[in-house]
């Protein structure tokens, strides 16, 4: 099973990432994975035509999709623009999606707070477990933000908050996930919350700095990025895949 995941497009109207999204889509079109998830940061400033750019670009793909609002998001312009594409669970509430994969299943958790930056699992943590409680097969559980800090400050200040509550709730579960799958960081990264793994993955539009512990800000070297991640027989391996700039 073959779950690709790409995140933080950031549209805005040079079209500079549209285009790294364009390469994006033109490769996962010949490799053909089982489903295409989008972890959020869509476009800047609600830019309505950009999110209808997007729709377009992913009307390409033969896989489902499936996204999630990130905290730089419209959730209602997300709503109406991607109404032939979502699979969110219902209006008018969070756009949450929980989808099967063959034998695996895909849950989807939308952590924006209307109107702020950051994110909070709390309120919809009663809604999740109940949820996993009744999945039998290995879950994904996606969202934007990681549930944790991550030491770069001007991140982890738009964070998603009580992420304490979400592994509280996971380890008192008799099935955990495979793994959380994140954007937001705009830059591949890996830790645990637990003992559940947690990735983030890479940007299409130019990746962070990596400002940890007051260190210089370094010129980035980091290409645009996102992630396939391989399901098998209960074990998950994630590939990052770089989108090399246009000759």
């Keep these: 099973m073959l779950i690709a995941q790409i995140s933080d497009i950031h549209a805005r109207p040079d079209l500079s990432s549209l285009r790294t999204l364009g390469r994006a889509i033109g490769w996962l079109r010949v490799f053909r994975p089982d489903a295409l998830v989008v972890t959020g940061d869509l476009v800047d400033d609600a830019w309505r035509e950009g999110y209808r750019l997007i729709a377009e670009s992913l009307h390409a793909l033969d896989c489902p999709v499936h996204l999630l609002p990130g905290n730089g998001d419209d959730v209602q312009l997300m709503r109406s623009e991607f109404a032939a594409i979502g699979t969110w669970l219902g209006a008018p509430g969070p756009l949450h999606f929980r989808v099967a994969v063959d034998d695996l299943t895909l849950f989807g958790v939308d952590v924006t707070v209307a109107g702020q930056s950051y994110g909070d699992l709390l309120p919809h943590l009663p809604w999740l477990t109940s949820a996993l409680a009744a999945v039998t097969t290995p879950v994904l559980l996606f969202m934007h933000q990681p549930p944790f800090r991550i030491g770069i400050e001007v991140l982890d200040q738009v964070g998603c908050r009580n992420g304490h509550a979400l592994l509280g709730a996971l380890e008192g579960m008799d099935r955990q996930p495979l793994a959380i799958l994140c954007g937001h960081v705009h830059?591949?990264?890996?830790?645990?919350?637990?003992?559940?793994?947690?990735?983030?993955?890479?940007?299409?539009?130019?990746?962070?700095?990596?400002?940890?512990?007051?260190?210089?800000d370094l010129p980035i070297i980091d290409a645009p990025s996102f992630l396939v991640h391989d399901v098998s027989d209960g074990r998950l391996i994630s590939h990052i895949v770089s989108i090399a700039a246009p000759a």
Aim: charged share 20%; glycine share 14%.
């Design 187 to 216: 830059r591949p990264i890996s830790g645990r919350l637990g003992s559940i793994p947690v990735r983030t993955c890479g940007s299409l539009c130019p990746p962070n700095p990596l400002l940890l512990e007051g260190r210089d």
